[in-house]
């Protein structure tokens, strides 16, 4: 099982990020997608989580109203719009697919937002 990350960059505070990931080898439509962050120094912490069909989600407080995760079980793809950045937002960016003792992590996408 693989997940392949892209998307991330660059980006003036104010402005907007769409991380990416692609899973392969797995039946994505059954596993939970979260995205968890690690900025420079600190501990990795979850951001956001979808369920397998997309019924449920939920962020960490930081983010709502400017992050909105999506999945798309048909192509096997997640992924994170990030609307407002702040510089406080700069970190590595993770996704993860879990289930029961499955849990697979993204290769990391860096984020900077700075003026």
Not at 18 to 23: E, H, I, Y
Not at 43 to 56: D, H, L, M, P, Y
């Amino acid at each position: 099982v693989q997940l392949v990350q892209s998307g991330g960059g660059l980006v003036q505070p104010g402005g907007s990020l769409r991380p990416c990931c692609a899973a392969f080898g797995c039946t994505f439509s059954s596993y939970a997608v979260n995205w968890y962050r690690q900025a420079p120094g600190k501990e990795r912490e979850w951001v956001a989580t979808i369920t397998s069909s997309g019924g449920f989600i939920i962020y960490t407080d930081s983010v709502k109203g400017r992050f909105t995760i999506f999945r798309d079980n048909g192509k096997g793809t997640a992924s994170l719009q990030m609307n407002r950045l702040k510089p406080e937002d700069t970190a590595v960016y993770y996704c993860n697919a879990r289930k029961a003792r499955d849990n697979y992590w993204g290769q990391g996408t860096q984020v900077t937002v700075s003026s």
